[in-house]
C-alpha cells in the first residue's frame, strides 16, 4: 500500500453539521487536503493534547497511551487506509517485543493517540485519491461563490461540508462577510438535504 504522510491543519466545528467536528489534514509533500468528520469528544482529546493542555486526570486517550507504554509497546505511526461508503478506517501499528501489530481504529483515535506519540499520521494514497481536495489557488477571486466544485472536493457530503467550513474560516478571517455569508448558505443547503 502507497502511504502519504500528512499533518494536522486544523479542526473546525459548525452548529450546522449538528455538534460534529472536522479535521483537516494536509500531505506533508504536497498541497491536498483531506476532511474527516470527528465527535465532538475526539476533536477535544486532539486539541487538548496539541496546545499542550494536560487535564488534571488522563483523558481516554491518554489512558490507552499510558497502557501501551507501561506494557513495554510503542506507538510507530496511524494509516488511514480505507474509506467506505463515506467511512473512513484507520489502523494504529503499534511494537511490541519486536513484533508489529496492526489494530483496528476510527481515524480520531488513531489520530488523538498519534498526536500523544508524536508519531507519523499517514493516508493511504487510495484514500486521497478519493476524498482529498485541492485548495484554491486564486483567493482573491470569488469563483462562482465558493461553491464546491466537482473537480477538487470529494463527493461525500461531509466532505463537502468540511470543505465550505474550511473556506467560510477563512472568509470570517480576511473579514469577507459577504462572501461569507454566501458560504454559510451553501452549508446550510448541504446539511438541509439530509
Not at 509533500?29 to 468528520?37: D, F, K, Q, S, T
Not at 490507552?64 to 505511526?77: F, P, R, T, W
Not at 465558493?146 to 473579514?175: F, G, H, M, T, Y
Not at 462572501?179 to 438541509?192: E, G, V
Amino acid at each position: 500500500m502507497n502511504k502519504i504522510q500528512c499533518e494536522i491543519l486544523g479542526l473546525s466545528s459548525s452548529p450546522a453539521t449538528g455538534g460534529a467536528y472536522a479535521i483537516l489534514l494536509k500531505e506533508i509533500n504536497g498541497n491536498r487536503r483531506l476532511p474527516i468528520i470527528i465527535g465532538a469528544f475526539e476533536a477535544q482529546a486532539i486539541a487538548l493534547e496539541i496546545e499542550g493542555i494536560k487535564p488534571p486526570r488522563p483523558l481516554t486517550h491518554d489512558l490507552l497511551k499510558n497502557v501501551i507504554d507501561n506494557l513495554g509497546a510503542s506507538i510507530l505511526e496511524v494509516i488511514i487506509d480505507e474509506l467506505k461508503e463515506n467511512t473512513f478506517y484507520a489502523k494504529i501499528i503499534i511494537e511490541v517485543s519486536a513484533l508489529t501489530n496492526e489494530i483496528d481504529s476510527r481515524p480520531s483515535d488513531a489520530i488523538a493517540l498519534a498526536v500523544r506519540a508524536q508519531c507519523p499520521i499517514y493516508v493511504s494514497e487510495l484514500v486521497m485519491d478519493t476524498a482529498a481536495f485541492l485548495p484554491s489557488e486564486e483567493p482573491e477571486k470569488e469563483r462562482a461563490l465558493d461553491k464546491v466544485s466537482e473537480d477538487n472536493v470529494p463527493k461525500s457530503k461531509e466532505a463537502k461540508i468540511a470543505a465550505l467550513q474550511d473556506k467560510l474560516r477563512e472568509a470570517l478571517d480576511s473579514e469577507e462577510y459577504e462572501r461569507a455569508a454566501k458560504i454559510r448558505d451553501d452549508i446550510k443547503k448541504l446539511t438541509s438535504n439530509n
